[in-house]
């Protein structure tokens, strides 16, 4: 489903990435971990079509993302991708409710299809409750929820998320981790997730251990 070839990448003199090389399949729940510095970070915005390579290609379901104009890039991304990240980013100045609808208004959905499908992913996220409060209302947790409901309310075909509990307490860290299993179970969706957490990481079907800027090591899931 999603599949890179020979990805490198140079800030300056310093290669982040050096002729990285995968294969994710539709529906595995795929953890890259590794110490900071390692790439991690820049592999997972070069799957997503968030920065460009300077070598290599990424092809998600058949399209090389690469070849495409940067409109038409936002506009895939829009359609099959799902980014959550440590910070949330939600506006401030709107409610929970209306973050959510962000990514189906950009898409041009009709307000109350829009609207209908954010209430749904809301209530599936556990946040039935709170969906007319603004960020500043919400808890760390409830905040990071309404980032994950945003993420997957358009249903992408993949979910990228950077570093998603590193500013959450274990209680909350815990809830996320399981919210991502009951989503993938829930919606077939696919799950590529860098991580420090180890025990997330443990979780996943397959986890890629990088170091300077390649992939070192494939771990399966013991009971896979």
Not at 88 to 99: G, R, S, V, Y
Not at 107 to 125: C, F, N, S
Not at 139 to 157: F, L, N
Request: proline share 4%; charged share 25%.
């Amino acid at each position: 489903m999603l599949s890179a070839r020979q990805l490198s990448k140079k800030y300056g003199q310093l290669t982040v990435l050096n002729h990285v090389t995968l294969d994710i399949h539709k529906g595995e729940f795929v953890a890259i971990a590794g110490p900071s510095g390692a790439g991690k970070s820049t592999l997972l915005h070069l799957l997503g079509a968030l920065d460009f390579p300077d070598k290599g290609q990424v092809k998600l379901m058949d399209q090389e993302l690469f070849r495409l104009s940067r409109k038409k890039q936002a506009a895939f991304r829009n359609k099959h991708m799902g980014f959550v990240f440590q910070f949330h980013h939600l506006l401030p100045e709107f409610t929970a409710l209306e973050n959510v609808c962000m990514p189906l208004w950009i898409g041009k959905q009709p307000k109350d299809e829009a609207i209908a499908a954010a209430k749904e992913i809301l209530k599936t996220v556990g946040l039935g409750h709170r969906m007319e409060h603004k960020p500043s209302e919400l808890s760390g947790g409830e905040q990071q929820r309404v980032a994950i409901a945003r993420a997957i309310v358009h249903r992408p075909s993949v979910i990228f998320a950077d570093e998603p509990t590193g500013n959450l307490d274990t209680a909350n860290a815990q809830a996320v981790h399981e919210l991502f299993f009951q989503l993938r179970a829930l919606y077939q969706q696919t799950f590529v997730i860098v991580t420090h957490n180890e025990q997330l990481a443990a979780m996943a079907d397959r986890t890629l251990m990088m170091k300077d800027g390649k992939i070192v090591a494939e771990r399966l899931r013991e009971d896979r």
